[in-house]
């Protein structure tokens, strides 16, 4: 097992060929290959592309499969299929491949040589030819695999790569993800239940259970040092309101904030955690309920679910981790309140507390030290902003007893269209696609729940690709949807989907 630092993680990308036409042409598959590799990687995507030896026989395949299954640094394959490569050579390694793939259905060249062109150039460029024999098998075996069509140079292509390359990130991040739960599920709510034995197998991540009491412990031998600096990044990064500032009336409870947030972080860096959950209901040991932190964690890239919800804490540290470097954010997100007026129906999100200051955009947040209605502790301080408006993605994920399955909802995160002088909270403000009516009645039919990670950074396809590699039930609710063939898809897959 490689440590952290050792690892290099990449995308593996295999050319299959055969001996049909001679080692001349051999050789001109191999410089090619060398051309698309270097080009692709010029793209500059978020993971380099390590070109493998060519592949011509059934051996070379299956060899090749099982090293990329075994090599760490491997997340995913990509292969194109340059001449012809005769898809039986391909059935034994497919079967064995575990990585993400995507298929690469380009040629070397955009145009044809049309007066020049013989037997000889189209034999050595069919792509078109070998493609589909390599997606007959991979069809046959009911492999998962994205495939990228187009010129390799095209945006079209280089688009769908990058997103591939994001979804092998997420998957790889999924199969060796922790979550630690402070407290238990919030009582008597039912979606963010779920089997977490079936987690483990079907998206990887291990979710392992703890008391507000051990972070208490950890809590207790934070220095005083330590809060300090914490305080100190506090004022170097947001507004704070007068009862947080040196003298204020809260600033004490700033203060325990800040030693929260440092038993926090502490704990999840010794366990090798990077995603958690909290409950208001078991805060035992503890003087606030974690809000800032929680804030401050997700800013830092960490997973985050309330009320034990470790599902949505997987999948925001999952789409964080999907979509780093892209413009945007994410966050734990609730669908809180609605709005029905001459601004359109709009839904306003928020949490108690726990709202990714990603999404801020360049705004500075308010720090503030509030009231918090429920769980009977003190004060807890929370950063307070708005969402940056923009298209993006609201995204569930339920266990429906069965099955897990993911809704995505694409909407329209706008400017508040008033000031919200009175709201202690950071929130987001949208429009649901298509319409209001349509996007909530589907998520309800579809059991969706009242959290969600609300991503500005990746797109529906995104995360469909996501579930999609996974064998993972996804449903789309975007400009297209139409409630009647949204509940007859529901039906279908009820049918498809019937054991796990
Ligand atoms: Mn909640």
Same mark, same amino acid.
């Given at each position: 097992?490689?440590?952290?630092?050792?690892?290099?993680?990449?995308i593996?990308?295999?050319?299959?060929?055969?001996h049909?036409?001679?080692?001349a042409?051999?050789?001109?598959?191999?410089?090619?290959?060398?051309?698309v590799?270097?080009?692709?990687?010029?793209?500059?995507?978020?993971l380099?592309i390590?070109l493998?030896?060519?592949?011509t026989?059934?051996?070379?395949?299956?060899?090749?499969c099982?090293?990329?299954?075994?090599?760490?640094?491997c997340?995913?394959?990509?292969?194109w299929?340059h001449?012809?490569?005769p898809?039986?050579m391909w059935a034994?390694?497919?079967k064995?491949l575990?990585?993400?793939?995507?298929q690469?259905?380009?040629?070397?060249s955009?145009e044809?040589?049309?007066?020049?062109?013989?037997m000889?150039f189209?034999?050595?460029?069919?792509?078109?030819h070998?493609?589909?024999e390599f997606?007959?098998i991979?069809a046959?075996?009911?492999?998962?695999f994205?495939v990228?069509?187009?010129?390799?140079k095209?945006?079209?292509?280089t688009?769908?790569?990058?997103l591939?390359?994001?979804?092998c990130?997420?998957?790889?991040?999924?199969?060796?993800?922790?979550?630690?739960r402070?407290g238990d599920?919030m009582?008597d709510?039912?979606v963010t239940e779920?089997?977490?034995?079936?987690?483990l197998?079907?998206?990887g991540f291990?979710?392992?259970?703890?008391?507000s009491n051990?972070?208490?412990?950890?809590l207790?031998?934070?220095?005083?040092?330590?809060?300090?600096?914490?305080?100190?990044d506090?004022e170097k990064?947001?507004?704070?309101?007068?009862?947080? *500032?040196a003298?204020g =009336?809260? $600033?004490?409870n700033?203060?325990?904030?800040?030693?929260l947030e440092?038993?926090?972080? %502490? !704990?999840?860096?010794q366990g090798g955690y990077?995603?958690?959950?909290?409950?208001f209901?078991a805060?035992?040991?503890l003087?606030?309920?974690?809000g800032?932190?929680a804030?401050?964690l997700m800013?830092?890239?960490?997973?985050?679910g309330?009320?034990?919800?470790?599902?949505?804490?997987a999948?925001?540290?999952?789409?964080k981790?999907?979509g780093?470097?892209r413009?945007g954010?994410?966050?734990?997100?609730?669908?809180?309140?609605?709005?029905f007026?001459?601004?359109?129906?709009?839904?306003l999100?928020?949490?108690?507390?726990?709202v990714?200051?990603t999404?801020?955009g360049?705004?500075?947040?308010?720090l503030?030290?509030q009231p918090?209605?429920?769980g009977?502790?003190?004060?807890p301080? *929370?950063?307070l902003? =708005?969402c $940056?408006?923009?298209p993006a993605?609201?995204?569930?994920?339920?266990?429906?007893?069965g %099955? !897990?399955?993911?809704?995505?909802?694409?909407i329209?995160?706008?400017?508040?269209?008033?000031?919200?002088p009175?709201?202690?909270?950071a929130?987001?403000?949208?429009k649901?696609r298509p319409?209001?009516e349509t996007?909530?009645?589907a998520w309800?039919v579809?059991?969706?729940?009242?959290?969600?990670?609300?991503?500005?950074?990746?797109?529906?396809?995104?995360?469909?690709?996501f579930a999609?590699?996974?064998?993972?039930?996804c449903?789309?609710i975007?400009?297209?949807?139409?409630l009647?063939s949204?509940k007859?898809e529901?039906r279908?897959n009820d049918?498809?989907?019937?054991?796990?």
């Amino acid at each position: 097992m490689k440590t952290k630092t050792e690892r290099k993680p990449a995308i593996w990308f295999v050319v299959g060929s055969q001996h049909l036409y001679g080692p001349a042409a051999l050789k001109e598959v191999e410089a090619d290959s060398k051309i698309v590799a270097e080009g692709l990687n010029a793209a500059g995507f978020p993971l380099p592309i390590i070109l493998k030896p060519m592949v011509t026989r059934a051996d070379e395949i299956t060899a090749f499969c099982k090293e990329a299954n075994y090599d760490d640094d491997c997340l995913g394959v990509i292969t194109w299929m340059h001449t012809f490569s005769p898809a039986k050579m391909w059935a034994t390694g497919l079967k064995l491949l575990e990585k993400p793939m995507l298929q690469l259905h380009t040629q070397l060249s955009p145009e044809l040589p049309w007066d020049k062109i013989n037997m000889d150039f189209m034999n050595l460029h069919q792509t078109a030819h070998g493609g589909r024999e390599f997606g007959h098998i991979s069809a046959r075996l009911k492999k998962p695999f994205s495939v990228a069509v187009g010129h390799w140079k095209e945006e079209r292509v280089t688009r769908k790569v990058d997103l591939w390359m994001r979804v092998c990130l997420a998957i790889n991040e999924s199969r060796n993800l922790k979550v630690a739960r402070f407290g238990d599920n919030m009582r008597d709510v039912a979606v963010t239940e779920g089997d977490k034995v079936e987690a483990l197998i079907r998206l990887g991540f291990t979710v392992d259970a703890f008391t507000s009491n051990d972070l208490a412990e950890v809590l207790a031998a934070v220095t005083d040092e330590e809060v300090k600096a914490t305080v100190a990044d506090y004022e170097k990064r947001y507004i704070l309101t007068d009862v947080v *500032r040196a003298g204020g =009336s809260a $600033r004490g409870n700033l203060e325990d904030s800040a030693r929260l947030e440092v038993a926090l972080r %502490r !704990f999840l860096e010794q366990g090798g955690y990077r995603a958690f959950t909290t409950n208001f209901e078991a805060l035992s040991g503890l003087k606030q309920l974690p809000g800032l932190a929680a804030q401050r964690l997700m800013a830092d890239g960490y997973g985050f679910g309330a009320e034990g919800d470790w599902k949505t804490s997987a999948l925001t540290r999952i789409l964080k981790v999907m979509g780093q470097g892209r413009e945007g954010g994410a966050s734990f997100m609730e669908d809180y309140t609605y709005h029905f007026g001459p601004e359109g129906d709009l839904n306003l999100g928020a949490h108690m507390l726990e709202v990714c200051p990603t999404l801020a955009g360049k705004t500075k947040p308010v720090l503030d030290v509030q009231p918090l209605g429920i769980g009977g502790k003190e004060a807890p301080a *929370r950063l307070l902003f =708005s969402c $940056r408006s923009g298209p993006a993605v609201n995204v569930g994920i339920m266990d429906l007893g069965g %099955r !897990f399955r993911i809704v995505i909802n694409e909407i329209d995160v706008i400017e508040p269209p008033h000031d919200l002088p009175k709201l202690p909270v950071a929130r987001a403000v949208w429009k649901y696609r298509p319409d209001f009516e349509t996007g909530v009645a589907a998520w309800i039919v579809a059991g969706g729940g009242h959290h969600t990670v609300l991503s500005l950074s990746l797109t529906a396809e995104h995360i469909r690709t996501f579930a999609d590699e996974l064998g993972l039930e996804c449903l789309v609710i975007g400009s297209k949807t139409d409630l009647d063939s949204f509940k007859n898809e529901l039906r279908w897959n009820d049918l498809y989907y019937r054991d796990r």
